[in-house]
């Protein structure tokens, strides 16, 4: 039963992460919040200039028939999950994440400056990966608790223009589109919650 309870109004940020589909997830119990250096297999992709948004919609095909005003039965025939986030870190391998490229670093030597080069463009399959939102809420003993939702499998696209401005930061604004992971049942295809309510009643 849903009562009146302001430990579940949550005010957070969010970090995403990314990492190869099929990477296991971090430990709901042992794994705190904000200890991405435990996430194995994960890589956080930094800075955030705008709210991380999830959102999620489905189509539906509604029976109608002659002897009713309205329809008679309705299902589910599609369904778009998606996450959007503006990164604030300008890396050559954030660039060629979102542009499905490939980065390379050269270190600085004798006569050589250290630079990244990347490359993209005409490879028309996507790469996926596996996606998560991290974020908190705070427990009764005021202990930041995660909440986290992962995307199974998906890909990273940009989601706008980059923009070069003396009065603004440069961003890359992204979008992560949910694709549904078939080796999971019917039912759990697209996403997996955590939501940690509480610490543990005694030390392990």
């Given at each position: 039963?849903?009562?009146?309870?302001?430990?579940?109004?949550?005010?957070?940020?969010?970090?995403?992460?990314?990492?190869?589909?099929?990477?296991?997830?971090?430990?709901?119990?042992?794994?705190?919040?904000?200890?991405?250096?435990?996430?194995?297999?994960?890589?956080?992709?930094?800075?955030?200039?705008?709210?991380?948004?999830?959102?999620?919609?489905?189509?539906?095909?509604?029976?109608?028939?002659?002897?009713?005003?309205?329809?008679?039965k309705s299902s589910k025939i599609g369904e778009t999950l998606t996450v959007s986030f503006t990164l604030a870190q300008f890396e050559g391998e954030i660039l060629a994440l979102v542009m499905d490229g490939a980065s390379d670093d050269t270190a600085a030597g004798a006569g050589q400056k250290a630079f990244t080069e990347v490359k993209s463009g005409g490879d028309t399959e996507l790469t996926e990966y596996a996606f998560a939102i991290e974020g908190y809420r705070t427990d009764s003993t005021g202990t930041k608790q995660p909440v986290r939702i992962f995307v199974h499998r998906g890909s990273l696209t940009m989601n706008g223009d980059i923009a070069f401005d003396k009065g603004g930061v440069t961003q890359i604004p992204c979008q992560v589109t949910a694709l549904a992971d078939s080796t999971k049942p019917v039912g759990e295809q697209l996403i997996t919650a955590h939501i940690v309510t509480g610490p543990a009643t005694t030390t392990a």
């Open positions: 039963m849903t009562t009146h309870n302001s430990d579940n109004v949550l005010v957070s940020y969010a970090n995403v992460l990314y990492a190869p589909v099929g990477t296991a997830l971090p430990d709901e119990t042992t794994i705190e919040f904000d200890d991405y250096e435990s996430w194995s297999g994960w890589t956080l992709l930094g800075y955030t200039t705008t709210p991380t948004t999830f959102s999620y919609s489905y189509e539906t095909f509604d029976v109608e028939v002659q002897q009713s005003a309205s329809p008679i």
